[in-house]
């Protein structure tokens, strides 16, 4: 994972803690804010280690900055070289570069993952393209609990490169000997999984099995004594090599190699070195000890033979990191929303468990069962239409299953209804006099009659104006004359009764309505002398009305359509 990835996925880490907190489990209100709380230090405190972290490593890598790196476009091997390095690099030399690969050298076991660490922050291209080299030089080494020791040094160095480099890169290792040719011919033998058993690799990188080798005639006699050689050096490399690094050891796993060279070549060597003492003890020849200052040769023909490895792009670790994050969100999240729809099942439940418990008698407890089950309906039926809350989602909703049993129950009761209040209120019909205009007026006249005061005063004493209330007073005839002179002679009769009222009652004109119908509203027929008597009327009733005979300083009371009673 790239160093610059990591506070993102730290951050999208909490972010989706706390969605799982605050969206999905169902926690009170005060767990929810103390998790909160929870999630937000663990993750600033994640955050500040990973800024000291990074400064760190920016410290330790301070020391590497000097190893010069290939460009980021560069296509050929890159080789982290590890072991005996002293003689493969120019005095003071950190990196060589030859057609095939770019060689960076190590100076000791603990730069070995500085140097895989710098490369994979700062050149993530070439992570792909990178393998490891240990070099071996036995004629530079006296003691073999030495060479035991530095090589467990080494295998526990490369091991922990793995965090940096996407897994494990080709580990391959190459000895260098002196030749045992006079002339000081350089010659590679190479093991290789690609080619069975040791091969010779000729001057242009062509391989031949060693008997086909020695077998060439132009050089089959010089070609005798490497061969010979052959057996003691593959010994060597099994015994002090092969073995220890493929055979785990305490807490460090296998390392097998991807391939091994051997290159016969002038080599400085030191006395009683341990490839002399097996020599020595397997031979009375004396090697040869050469004096050499030329850097060693590059192992260039070994890089086309090593394992293709792909690795882990920094890409696809990032991917995996961010896959493993959302998996156990969504896991989390389902779990959650599991949860929370046993919950909601289980409260229906209990409240229709509950509501077909109760008979209903009294109806008071069965009314309110029923009217929690239309509170659960309702919020169902929303939920329904405008789509479940998160928190039930993913799948796993089962609200829409318990709507069928909420309506059925709710429909299979209805609590008792209680007649409503008879109103005692008894609502009159407006107030009417009748008066009979033979008593009031002369036979064709509408003037009042002396004598009439009496009836007069009595219809007074009945109608009271008031506020809110309009006195109509009407007159009426019989059909005998004219019809128009009828009416006519009506409304003069109604307009003396109004006056003669508004005059000696002090009634406010604005309290009186004066209609004359003349013949058109007859009380009985007209067809006897009876009947003609009782239709010459005039009729004086209380008619509510809002704005009728308002008082001053008095404000109107409701009228009869508003109570529906007359005061």
């Given at each position: ?12 880490a ?8 605050l ?104 992570v ?23 090589l ?32 000081g ?10 080619r ?19 077998r ?51 080599v ?42 792909r ?10 990191i ?39 008698m ?29 928190r ?25 209804v209680s ?9 009159t ?23 009439s ?23 009426h ?14 409304l003069?009769?109604a ?13 406010p ?12 509203r ?46």
């Amino acid at each position: 994972m790239r160093e610059r990835n990591r506070p993102l996925f730290t951050l999208f880490a909490t972010v989706l803690a706390l969605w799982l907190v605050l969206g999905f489990w169902p926690f009170s209100a005060l767990n929810k804010l103390l998790l909160s709380v929870g999630i937000l230090l663990t993750g600033g405190a994640a955050l500040w280690y990973l800024r000291r972290y990074s400064l760190r490593r920016q410290a330790s890598c301070a020391q590497v900055a000097a190893a010069l790196l290939p460009p980021e476009n560069f296509q050929g091997a890159l080789v982290l070289v590890g072991g005996d390095t002293g003689a493969l690099f120019p005095a003071g030399g950190d990196y060589r570069e030859s057609r095939q690969g770019w060689y960076l050298r190590a100076a000791n076991a603990e730069q070995l993952p500085l140097l895989a660490q710098h490369i994979a922050l700062t050149r993530p291209a070439l992570v792909s393209q990178l393998s490891i080299l240990l070099a071996v030089v036995p004629e530079q080494q006296v003691c073999d609990d030495t060479l035991t020791q530095s090589l467990r040094v080494w295998h526990r160095s490369i091991l922990a490169c793995r965090n940096w480099l996407n897994g494990l890169p080709p580990v391959w290792s190459v000895v260098w000997l002196n030749t045992l040719d006079a002339g000081g011919n350089t010659l590679w033998f190479t093991l290789t999984p690609g080619r069975p058993g040791l091969q010779a690799r000729q001057a242009d990188h062509v391989t031949l099995p060693i008997a086909e080798w020695q077998r060439e005639p132009a050089f089959s006699p010089s070609r005798l004594s490497p061969v010979l050689w052959l057996d003691s050096v593959m010994a060597f490399i099994h015994r002090y090599i092969c073995q220890p690094l493929a055979s785990p050891q305490n807490e460090l796993p296998a390392l097998p190699l991807a391939a091994v060279g051997v290159c016969m070549t002038s080599v400085e060597s030191v006395v009683d070195n341990l490839w002399h003492k097996q020599i020595a003890s397997m031979t009375t020849l004396p090697p040869l000890t050469q004096k050499s200052s030329e850097p060693l040769p590059l192992p260039d023909m070994l890089l086309a033979s090593l394992p293709c490895w792909r690795g882990i792009s920094c890409r696809m670790r990032d991917l995996r990191i961010a896959g493993v994050i959302t998996f156990l969100f969504i896991g989390l999240a389902l779990c959650a929303s599991f949860m929370n729809n046993q919950r909601l099942v289980r409260r229906i439940g209990d409240h229709l468990a509950r509501y077909h418990h109760l008979s209903g008698m009294p109806p008071a407890p069965k009314a309110q069962a029923q009217q929690r089950l239309r509170t659960d309906s309702q919020l169902l039926d929303d939920w329904l239409r405008r789509g479940e809350p998160l928190r039930y989602g993913l799948g796993l909703y089962q609200g829409e299953k318990l709507i069928p049993p909420l309506d059925a129950a709710i429909s299979d009761w209805s609590a008792p209804v209680s007649s409503p209040p008879v109103n005692k209120n008894i609502i009159t019909e407006p107030q009417t006099i009748r008066l009979d205009a033979l008593s009031l007026f002369d036979t064709g006249q509408w003037r009042l009659k002396t004598g009439s005061t009496k009836v007069l005063v009595n219809a007074l004493v009945g109608i009271k104006a008031r506020p809110g209330w309009l006195i109509v007073v009407a007159g009426h005839t019989d059909d005998v004359g004219d019809e128009r002179a009828n009416q006519q002679l009506s409304l003069k009769r109604a307009e003396a009764v109004r006056d003669w009222m508004r005059d000696t009652g002090d009634v406010p004109e604005s309290c009186f309505a004066v209609q004359g119908y003349g013949e058109s509203r007859p009380a009985v027929p007209n067809t006897t002398a009876e009947g003609r008597a009782l239709n010459r009327r005039v009729e004086i009733s209380l008619v509510p009305q809002a704005d009728a005979c308002r008082l001053p300083d008095i404000p109107l009371p409701p009228s009869q359509d508003e109570s529906g009673t007359q005061p």
